[in-house]
């Protein structure tokens, strides 16, 4: 008798519409749990992935992000994520 698997789902079309704001809602806070932990490099790439998604999206898109979420990404992470830190393992500015 042989199995027979189920066709593996197309995990590259882009998200759109609530998928998107869905999966931007679960990445910052995933790396608001990782920034609770301590795990900071972890905490900076999925900051820095929901960002790169959250800046595809319209006005009123945004606006279905809650507003604590959209804080945490875009302000109180950047005091300590922004351009003006140095990247971790990096030799700090002379």
Known sequence: MMLVMPAKK???KP?????LIKEINRRIRLA????????????RR????????YDTLDKDQREQVPQ?????LRYRSE??????R???NDPPPA
């Open 10 to 12: 197309n995990k590259n």
């Open 32 to 43: 608001r749990s990782q920034w609770d932990a301590h795990n900071n490099k972890a905490c």
């Open 15 to 19: 998200l759109v519409g609530k998928a």
């Open 79 to 84: 005091k300590y994520f922004g351009d003006h």
């Open 86 to 88: 140095s990247k971790p």
């Open 46 to 53: 999925e900051r820095e992935r929901a960002l790169q998604l």
């Open 68 to 72: 604590a979420l959209r804080v945490w």
